[in-house]
């Protein structure tokens, strides 16, 4: 066991796309994304299967520590597919809500495989996940107290507030002396008395400080500071150290990658020396979402009007962003190709969407190879956050799901029609 930290860099650090390990990763072709859409039509969100598999086990070859766990957190993309692909590959399952819990467990993961890390739950929700066998992960002192009540003398995690704010948007920012989530680090004594009174069993710490974090330098501090509290004298019966997710994924071609293998030798050289200073290798948790499943979706769209307003070309589509709601959410950025036309002359416009929103558009000014009515449009990185937080608003119906595995495109979720969701709106009081 390494008991020296090695230094690294002061911000994110980065690898070109050339990189043998982390080449860009494997995409669909547009003759494959065009028979999709011609089979399915559209809007569908197409996954690559091969790519969440390649990322899952890419992290294992990252982070070289043998006690090391992948929760995948399904809040990214639901999709049972997906879930059955990532379980049968070991993974584990990041839960955030009973409906996770139970839609996991469907999908055939034992309730030793799942973790429920929920923010502001109620005592029924608390009861539901506890009698499903579910390790719980609490981050406020107020339901510690609760749980300890209702389950003295059983396991539970803590998540605490390492109060190092970062990710890509502030919307998804998990940390910082304001935030909603996790114990205060200087609450510890409270934490230990409460764990005390009702001899609860801490078996786990978690943190998590945002999504998308591209300054590796802000990871590792969250780590030193959840690993302080980690000592024998405040939690004798440890058995893992959870730090989150919020890989970094990069949405713009630009973009460069984050270096996961240096990454990973510096994750692995600090649970070292945390687990030294502790007397005992701890299990490492990592719960990446959008990281595993990000890159391998694309939203299909068709061109359904083109306008010219005043030397703006405006490309109206027949989705909206209830369909794919980060644009508008975050100003989030997606890159956009023309899969019927590829090689169209670079033009540029709005890619806008066919809801009752100004604020309905995909991309500003963007240069895309020229769009015809009718062409395939394709939105990438629409893996995770797309369908997951998708709704029914305008009473559109949400998008088919197509799941591509070894080359063979196979439908996983299908479209509802108008009259269908018209339908179940009303049978919803049955």
């Known amino acids: 066991m390494a008991a020296k930290t090695s230094e690294h860099a002061k911000s994110a650090i980065h690898v070109s796309p050339e990189s043998t390990f982390f080449k860009v990763p494997m995409q669909l072709s547009n003759r494959l994304l065009r028979s999709v859409a011609k089979e399915y039509g559209t809007p569908t969100y197409v996954y690559n299967a091969d790519l969440i598999v390649q990322q899952y086990k890419n992290a294992y070859k990252f982070i070289k520590w043998p006690k090391l766990q992948i929760f995948y957190a399904m809040k990214a993309n639901y999709n049972p597919d997906i879930l059955r692909l990532l379980r049968d590959c070991g993974a584990c399952v990041d839960t955030v809500s009973p409906g996770d819990v139970r839609l996991a467990l469907k999908n055939g993961y034992p309730p030793g495989k799942l973790l429920y890390t929920a923010v502001n739950i109620t005592d029924a929700e608390m009861r539901e996940v506890k009698e499903l066998g579910v390790l719980m992960n609490v981050g406020e002192i107020s339901r510690l107290k609760k749980y300890g009540k209702a389950y003295p003398g059983t396991e539970i995690c803590l998540r605490f507030n390492p109060e190092v704010k970062a990710g890509e948007f502030v919307q998804i920012q998990t940390a910082g002396v304001l ?6 680090m200087e609450d510890i004594e409270t934490v230990k008395k409460t764990v005390s009174k009702y001899r609860l069993k801490v078996v786990g710490l978690h943190s998590h400080t945002g999504s998308g974090i591209a300054d590796t330098e802000k990871f590792f501090e969250s780590m030193k500071k959840i690993a302080s509290l980690a ?3 405040n939690f004798p019966h440890l058995r893992f150290l959870d730090f989150g997710g919020g890989f970094k994924v990069p949405y713009k071609p630009e973009e460069h990658r984050i270096d996961y293998v240096k990454f990973g030798e510096e ?3 600090l649970i070292s020396s945390f687990s030294e200073r502790y007397g005992r290798p701890l299990e ?4 990446p979402g959008k990281y595993m499943v990000a890159e391998s979706g694309y939203l299909l769209v068709e061109a359904n009007t083109i306008r010219n307003n005043r030397g703006r070309v ?11 709601i980060r644009p508008v959410l975050y100003g989030a950025y997606h890159h956009i190709i023309n899969v019927t036309n590829p090689q169209g002359k670079p033009t540029l416009c709005d890619l806008a969407g066919n809801v009752c929103e100004g604020g309905d558009v995909f991309a500003e000014n963007r240069l895309i190879p020229k769009i015809r009515e009718n062409d395939i449009i394709g939105l990438l990185c629409g893996g995770a956050y797309g369908y997951a937080m998708g709704g029914n ?16 495109a196979i ?8 009259a269908e969701l018209a339908d179940q709106i009303m049978r919803r009081n049955e």
Do not use: D, H
């Not at 439908?411 to 108008?418: E, I, Q, Y």
């Open 179 to 184: 935030s909603k989530f996790g114990i205060l």
């Open 231 to 233: 000592t024998r004298e």
């Open 267 to 269: 994750i692995t050289t």
């Open 284 to 287: 490492l948790y990592f719960e």
């Open 314 to 324: 405006i490309v109206g589509v027949n989705s909206g962003f209830p369909q794919l």
């Open 393 to 408: 608003y305008n009473l559109r119906p949400m998008p088919a799901e197509v799941i591509v595995r070894w080359g063979a």
């Open 411 to 418: 439908r996983s979720t299908r479209r509802k029609s108008s």
